[in-house]
Nanobody
């Protein structure tokens, strides 16, 4: 069974940048869709971005133009490049892969945007 592990979170000032990684223990070819979600403290988990195996991407409106999702099917890693970060981007970020309708989740990485 493929496992997903996020990394790259941390503390950053408003306006700064971070790149999150989601590394798979096996091939991500099995994931026709890979996604990033986030969960602010005390709130529900929310969709951030998605990328298909064909490279089609989609973003929630609040991050469009600031975040970029990508995947490297050779290295089995998905990325989320986050620029112009805002305090409201503070959350635990989770990666998700979907294979044959089955979701696989990572354990999450904390992103804190604060001065």
């Amino acid at each position: 069974q493929v496992q997903l592990v996020e990394s790259g979170g941390g503390l950053v000032q408003p306006g700064g940048s971070l790149t999150l990684s989601c590394a798979a223990s096996g091939s991500i070819f099995i994931f026709n869709v890979m996604e990033w979600y986030r969960q602010p403290s005390g709130k529900q988990r929310e969709f951030v971005a998605t990328i298909t195996s064909g490279g089609i991407t989609m973003y929630t409106s609040s991050v469009k133009g600031r975040f970029t999702i990508s995947r490297d099917d050779v290295m089995n890693i998905m990325y989320l490049q986050m620029n112009s970060l805002k305090t409201e981007d503070t959350a635990v970020y989770f990666c998700k892969g979907v294979s044959a309708g089955q979701p696989y989740w990572g354990q999450g990485t904390q992103v804190t945007v604060s001065s």
